[in-house]
C-alpha cells in the first residue's frame, strides 16, 4: 500500500499531507489492525542540505506503555549539494503499528518527501502452517509507504 505524501505550505503556516496515488492516512491506520510494517529503510527528499540535517524523531511505544524517543540524523556532506538519499534507521527496527508517529522540523520553503520502504507483517506471518497467508498472498502489495 504506497503511501507518498505530498506536503502543501500556507501562509498562515498550515502544513498538509496528501498522498500522490489517493491512499488516504486513514487507509493506513485502519490496516493496523490486523497489519504492522517493519521498516527496511527510508528516502529523504528535500529542496536543501540544510532540512536532510535537521533529522526527525521517531516516538513509539514499548510493550509495558512506555513512549520511547529516537533520534534519526541522515548524514551527508555539509559542503556538498545532496538534495535527497536513502537511509537506515539508527534503531535496528522501527514498527509501524498504529502507535508509531515521527516529528520533524521542517524549514521555511521546503518541500519534503519521505518514502520508507517496508515489509508488511500479520499475525499469520509467524504460523509454521503457511496456508492462505504464507503462500505470498501479500507478494502483490508493494512495500513503499
Known amino acids: 500500500m504506497p503511501y507518498t505524501p505530498t506536503i502543501q505550505n500556507y501562509p498562515s503556516g498550515i502544513v498538509s499531507i496528501a498522498s500522490l496515488d489517493s491512499t488516504?492516512?486513514?487507509?493506513?491506520?485502519?490496516?493496523?489492525?490486523?497489519?504492522?510494517?517493519?521498516?527496511?529503510?527510508?528516502?529523504?527528499?528535500?529542496e536543501s542540505n540544510s532540512q536532510i540535517l535537521e533529522g526527525f524523531e521517531v516516538f513509539e511505544y514499548d510493550s509495558n506503555g512506555n513512549q520511547?524517543?529516537?533520534?534519526?540524523?541522515?548524514?551527508i556532506?555539509?559542503?556538498?549539494?545532496?538534495?535527497?538519499?536513502?537511509?537506515?534507521?539508527?534503531?535496528?527496527?522501527?514498527?509501524?503499528?498504529?502507535n508509531t508517529s515521527f516529528n520533524m522540523n521542517?524549514?521555511?520553503?521546503?518541500?519534503?518527501?519521505?518514502?520508507?520502504?517496508?515489509?508488511?507483517?500479520?499475525n499469520g506471518s509467524f504460523l509454521n502452517d503457511k496456508g492462505l497467508l504464507?503462500?505470498?498472498?501479500?507478494?502483490e502489495y508493494r512495500d513503499e509507504l
Request: positive net charge; charged residues 20%.
Open 24 to 46: 488516504s492516512y486513514n487507509m493506513i491506520l485502519n490496516s493496523m489492525g490486523s497489519h504492522s510494517y517493519l521498516v527496511k529503510k527510508g528516502y529523504l527528499k528535500t
Open 134 to 139: 504464507g503462500d505470498g498472498f501479500f507478494n
Open 77 to 98: 556532506d555539509p559542503k556538498q549539494s545532496q538534495k535527497s538519499l536513502f537511509f537506515k534507521f539508527n534503531k535496528e527496527s522501527v514498527v509501524l503499528n498504529g
Open 106 to 122: 521542517i524549514l521555511p520553503n521546503e518541500k519534503v518527501f519521505l518514502v520508507l520502504y517496508t515489509y508488511t507483517i500479520s
Open 68 to 75: 520511547l524517543i529516537y533520534s534519526e540524523k541522515p548524514l
